[in-house]
């Protein structure tokens, strides 16, 4: 067992072969709540259009490195995990409108991208792992 925190910053225990300790998931997952908590504060009327998207394709990014690191074969976990890029990109996108709209100012959109772009190293090198973990098998 590795002990770990939650994010209320609470002690947790984590199984060694638990997908909570990739370090790409941790980060995505505090991507996952820094982009929530911002679009949070779009007006009401984006609650359904702009949010929503918004909320669940960061919300992806996290559950696909989830369900491909529970798959059985490389080759699914590295399907999942592209489609989690995928929805990581997504998010850029979503979040590229909310900038054009006026709903997060440069200093948001700027502090989210240099995360985004950190969680898309971070998938690369996962996804580079699984796919040389996949050859050597």
Known sequence: MVVGLN???LNIKLRMGDFRNLEV???CRKFRSSV???AKSF???ERF???SQLMRSVSSVTANIAEGYGRFHPKESIQFTR???GSLTETLDHLTVALDEGYIDENQFNALLGHYETCIKLLNGY???LIKKQRSS
Do not use: C, F, H, M
């Open 83 to 85: 489609i989690a890029k």
């Open 49 to 51: 259009i702009l949010t």
């Open 127 to 129: 996804i580079n792992y």
């Open 25 to 27: 998931w941790q980060e």
């Open 36 to 38: 929530r908590l911002v």
């Open 43 to 45: 007006p009401d009327d």
């Open 7 to 9: 994010s209320k910053g």
